[in-house]
């Protein structure tokens, strides 16, 4: 299994690469460039001229992409084109935190919510609560995150006013417990959005692993030794049923990353998906460029530890 990850991790270089080739051509395929929503005509053009020869786009792409890819991997994403020069890093910093408790959150959502129901209904099959789950899963992977998020602004904040509908925090004056409490206050509607998705999809995984573990061999003839059925239950059917879960867990860490682009657009959450999105309003390639590599690299690293559970939880899977 070691020489497996070593393996995997080694292929990281080559994907990288190819990562960052990917992210910078599509930057550049993109029509105009920053100083494109700066156009004055009150202002000579040589102005201009002068700011993107300084900013080198007017050097060839492969000498761009040289310098952008060098820079990145001394760990110097470049300076904004909009926010006064500011660096990518410094920006990035001040809001790569938000994200990440937004998508423990929302992982956090998943996995009370996912797990627990899909035992239940797969215990329980056509019951109530077993058509509702599936109808909630049917519903919770239909609707767009956008549109559900909208609809738990409408409702739970203007209506009911029991949660914030935008930032992180109250006041700049909030600190200590109150403060931990304020921002997991602000962050549990786009938490649940982000989640959703996510939780109806786990919730008709964990129903069908666990049914189609309930009904082994080995389950049946620990039924007929005696055993009860909350040890069938716990010891046999559970540890084998979240085999699957627990591996797609990996790759829910990098979707939940790159995946709260819209979800904080909508909450106006100051986290990397908002940052994103303006960059890209304001073709600001640097940030862009920058946060595209980094939900890519998330991406992979779900990936690697999708892999990595996998051979872990199961022992019958070896990798030579």
Do not use: C
């Not at 929302?106 to 627990?116: D, K």
């Not at 019951?127 to 739970?156: C, E, H, V």
């Not at 925090?169 to 959005?193: K, N, Y």
């Not at 530890?305 to 996998?310: G, M, R, S, T, V």
Request: net charge neutral; proline share 5%.
């Amino acid at each position: 299994m070691y020489k497996y990850i070593i393996r995997r991790i080694l292929i990281f270089v080559p994907m990288l690469f190819a990562l960052s080739v990917v992210v910078f051509a599509l930057a550049k395929a993109a029509p105009g460039d920053p100083f494109t929503t700066m156009l004055d005509p009150n202002v000579d053009p040589e102005v201009y001229e002068e700011r993107r020869e300084a900013e080198g786009l007017n050097d060839p792409l492969p000498v761009q992409y040289y310098h952008w890819i060098w820079s990145t991997v001394q760990g110097d994403f470049g300076e904004s084109l909009i926010y006064n020069g500011r660096p990518v890093l410094d920006l990035i910093s001040a809001r790569f935190l938000n994200t990440i408790y937004l998508g423990l959150v929302a992982l956090f959502f998943t996995i009370i919510v996912a797990i627990p129901i899909g035992i239940y209904s797969a215990r329980n099959p056509y019951s109530w609560l077993d058509y509702f789950a599936t109808g909630f899963g049917f519903f919770g992977l239909a609707i767009p995150n956008f549109f559900f998020g909208l609809l738990a602004i409408y409702f739970f904040s203007i209506k009911m006013g029991w949660f914030p509908s935008q930032g992180t925090i109250s006041g700049t004056d909030v600190a200590g417990m109150q403060e931990f409490f304020d921002r997991l206050h602000h962050m549990i509607l786009p938490g649940i959005t982000l989640g959703l998705a996510g939780t109806a999809t786990y919730m008709r995984y964990m129903r069908s692993e666990v049914l189609d573990v309930l009904g082994s061999d080995y389950i049946r003839t620990a039924k007929a030794k005696g055993m009860t059925n909350r040890n069938v239950l716990y010891k046999h059917t559970l540890r084998n049923a979240l085999i699957p879960i627990i591996t797609l867990m990996g790759f829910e860490f990098g979707v939940l990353i790159s995946g709260a682009v819209i979800t904080e657009r909508v909450f106006n959450y100051p986290g990397l998906g908002t940052l994103f999105l303006q960059g890209v309003i304001n073709r600001d390639y640097p940030i862009v460029m920058a946060l595209a590599l980094i939900f890519g690299v998330f991406i992979l690293v779900g990936n690697l530890l999708a892999d990595i559970f996998y051979s872990v939880v199961d022992p019958r899977i070896r990798y030579d």
